[in-house]
């Protein structure tokens, strides 16, 4: 069973901060992660996908990859109120022959 | 269309009843999937079309749950005799191509089925 860890939160950050989330995944053969951005009631939006080893920055986001440790996280400087929301990681090679398996995702809430 | 399309985007039905979810990808993505989501819970893959192979139905938790899909457009997702447990968001999503081509997925804004 392929399966994507997440701490469930909540995780608690002032405005301002730097948000870290971070996310295991079982299966060593996958090859894509990414993460999305669900708010209360919507659908989730994708914010970053990640495919080599490294950092990988887009704005206020860098999504961080180490397949060794079968570990990605994502990086949220200079936080915002509209950042809290639950965000979901993603992992390609589980959910099917080609779809996606998620993790039950953290729930990340900025203080102002 | 410009993004994924639902409907209906929500839905009250007895228990008992059948109901099905329509789904429009976004025009030209080969590769559409259904995911349920239930309160406060992660997302649950059910099935995966991907152009003109068979489908993955490696996630449909019963045989009360059927899909298709025709050609590479609209989907229907398929619920008969519908459980209280059945209540949940059905997201549908899609993509250009096959996620191996580093393509990605979007979303739907999801069927919110409730089951009385």
């Known amino acids: 069973q392929k399966e994507v860890e997440q701490n469930s939160g909540p995780l608690s950050v002032p405005e301002g901060a730097i948000a870290s989330l971070n996310c295991t995944y079982s299966?060593?053969?996958?090859?894509?992660f990414f993460w999305y951005r669900q708010y209360s009631g919507k659908s989730p939006e994708l914010i970053m996908s990640i495919y080599s080893n490294g950092d990988k920055e887009d704005g206020r986001f860098t999504a961080q990859l180490n397949k060794a440790s079968q570990y990605v996280s994502l990086l949220i400087r200079d936080s915002q109120p509209s950042d809290s929301a639950t965000y979901l990681c993603?992992?390609?090679?589980?959910?099917?022959?080609?779809?996606?398996?998620f993790g039950k995702g953290t729930h990340l809430i900025i203080q102002p | 269309g410009a993004g994924v399309s639902q409907s209906p985007s929500n839905k009250v039905t007895e228990k008992g009843k059948d109901v099905e979810l329509r789904c429009d990808p976004i025009?030209?993505?080969?590769?559409l999937y259904w995911y349920r989501q239930r309160l406060g819970q992660g997302l649950e893959f059910l099935i995966y079309f991907q152009g003109n192979s068979a489908p993955d139905k490696s996630g449909l938790p019963s045989d009360r749950f059927s899909a298709e899909r025709t050609g590479e457009s609209v989907s229907t997702l398929t619920i008969q005799r519908t459980q209280q447990e059945d209540s949940a968001v059905y997201l549908c999503?899609?993509?250009?191509?096959?996620?191996?081509?580093?393509?990605?997925?979007?979303f739907g804004e999801g069927s919110w089925l409730t089951v009385v």
């Open positions: 299966d060593r053969v996958s090859q894509s």
């Open positions: 025009s030209g993505h080969t590769a």
């Open positions: 999503a899609s993509s250009l191509g096959g996620l191996q081509g580093g393509n990605t997925i979007y």
């Open positions: 993603a992992v390609n090679g589980g959910g099917g022959a080609d779809g996606l398996t």
